[in-house]
Nanobody, 123 residues
Framework: QVQLVESGGGLVQAGGSLRLSCAAS????????MAWFRQVPGKERDFVAA????????YYADSAKGRFTISRDGAKNTVYLQMNSLKPEDTAVYFC????????????????WGQGTQVTVSS
């Protein structure tokens, strides 16, 4: 329902880093949870990371633990995903999402979605 715009994707070599940003169109929109998902052709949209409204609680997929960090800037209505030690298998379209519900790892629980930003990791 609320417009979310991702940016920061691009082409990077394996072992490199990228920081994705997701900005909400309206600062009056307050979400209880923000999350990142990713999707490749022929596969389902998979959970990557999530953060609650305070920023005190974060959640990560096993594939992201130790390499990715999710954070948010409430003043800017923006959520970030810092990705380090990138691998070719991280290649996907990354989507940000927002929910008024408690943070979950299920895509169907998120009502607002961005258009996605492409991340390509070369070997």
């Amino acid at each position: 329902q609320v417009q979310l715009v991702e940016s920061g994707g691009g082409l990077v070599q394996a072992g490199g880093s990228l920081r994705l940003s997701c900005a909400a169109s309206d600062r009056t929109f307050v979400s209880l949870a923000m999350a990142w998902f990713r999707q490749v052709p022929g596969k389902e949209r998979d959970f990557v990371a999530a953060i609650d409204w305070t920023g005190d609680s974060t959640y990560y997929a096993d594939s992201a633990k130790g390499r990715f960090t999710i954070s948010r800037d409430g003043a800017k209505n923006t959520v970030y995903l810092q990705m380090n030690s990138l691998k070719p298998e991280d290649t996907a379209v990354y989507f940000c999402a927002a929910s008024l519900e408690v943070v979950t790892t299920e895509a169907t629980d998120y009502a607002s979605w961005g258009q996605g930003t492409q991340v390509t990791v070369s070997s």
